[in-house]
């Protein structure tokens, strides 16, 4: 089994949000007993529905959010204990948006040197040698150097995004929804291009997505989050093909398909997301599960270990 490079353990994250303007502030869960292991050279593909807080958990590993709760560990070592620049030399990430991640006022070269610029690495030839071969390496064509975002199309700010994130090449890369902002056709080569990259230069990569086809075609092990948990976890396979928790079950009924007269997939969740600042009581997906039973209605369930070195986080398996 490969080493771990990025570990959390427990790590919670709360935030206080007031209600209204004579209300006492309550408590957010957005993230309520975290554990994942990153593996070394693996895809771990993070999906849940918006706001279960997907986003938190990803800024909490950028050393962007500090957690509230909890550890997270990089090769062994508590984040908490590196600083800023030790942790963007190591961890870089991939944001959803293009056109926002992007400074209009910068070129491309700017844009894709800025790591070397701010991390004082090499000198001004060799940050152009760099941004050169980065460019090709993500299939752009040179003549993009001096260049400027709104010149370029989404498919291809998208690509200054993944240079600018490998030109110190880091050890993990964390992306964000990476393809939700493009159009399909332009999806497939992102999406093919991350695969090719991640062989070349041996990356990690957490990638965190609500479409499942996205996680299906390059993860290695998925993990499933509701409400600020992990529901369950195991390998792509076996959570595609054979997926355990009710919630896994109905995000998987939600996925559209090409064939015919099938229409819209009806997934039994209802229509609202149960708040994070009331959560339900026991299992926080037992108001909207198919299969909840009383037990569910009274008790948090526990982690299970799966046949497979997964886990699940379900009443119907204890």
């Not at 050169?132 to 700010?157: A, C, T």
């Not at 957490?206 to 998925?222: E, K, M, Q």
Request: net charge positive; with cysteine; aromatic share 4%.
């Amino acid at each position: 089994m490969s080493a771990s490079v990025l570990e959390t353990r427990d790590v919670r994250c709360t935030f206080s949000v007031r209600q209204g303007l004579f209300k006492p502030k309550r408590p957010l869960h957005a993230v309520n007993g975290v554990s994942l292991t990153l593996r070394k050279g693996e895809v771990l593909g993070l999906v849940g529905e918006s706001g279960c807080g997907k986003s938190t958990l990803a800024r909490m590993l950028l050393g962007l959010q500090a957690p509230t709760g909890g550890e997270i560990l990089f090769e062994g070592q508590s984040i908490g204990r590196l600083d800023r620049a030790s942790i963007t030399r190591k961890i870089q990430t991939v944001f959803q948006d293009p056109y926002s991640s992007l400074n209009p006022r910068k070129s491309i070269s700017s844009i894709v040197s800025l790591p070397l610029r701010v991390h004082k690495i090499g000198n001004p030839a060799d940050w152009q040698n760099q941004v050169e071969r980065m460019l090709d390496m993500v299939g752009l064509p040179r003549r993009v150097y001096h260049s400027y975002p709104n010149q370029l199309s989404g498919g291809q700010r998208q690509r200054v995004a993944i240079a600018r994130a490998l030109i110190m090449r880091p050890e993990v890369i964390i992306c964000d929804e990476p393809t939700s902002s493009l159009d399909v056709s332009v999806q497939a080569q992102i999406l093919n291009l991350l695969r090719e990259l991640r062989q070349e230069l041996g990356l990690t990569y957490l990638l965190i997505s609500h479409n499942l086809a996205v996680i299906d075609y390059l993860a290695s092990r998925i993990a499933v989050m509701h409400l600020g948990r992990i529901v369950e976890e195991g390998t792509t396979d076996t959570i595609m093909r054979q997926p355990s928790h009710p919630y896994t079950k109905a995000l998987l009924a939600s996925v559209l398909t090409p064939e015919p007269g099938l229409g819209v997939p009806a997934t039994d969740l209802g229509t609202s997301f149960p708040s994070p600042l009331a959560p339900p009581p026991g299992c926080t997906f037992h108001p909207r599960c198919p299969a909840a039973m009383q037990v569910c209605k009274e008790a948090a369930p526990k982690p299970r270990a799966q046949a497979d070195g997964g886990m699940v986080e379900c009443h119907l398996y204890t």
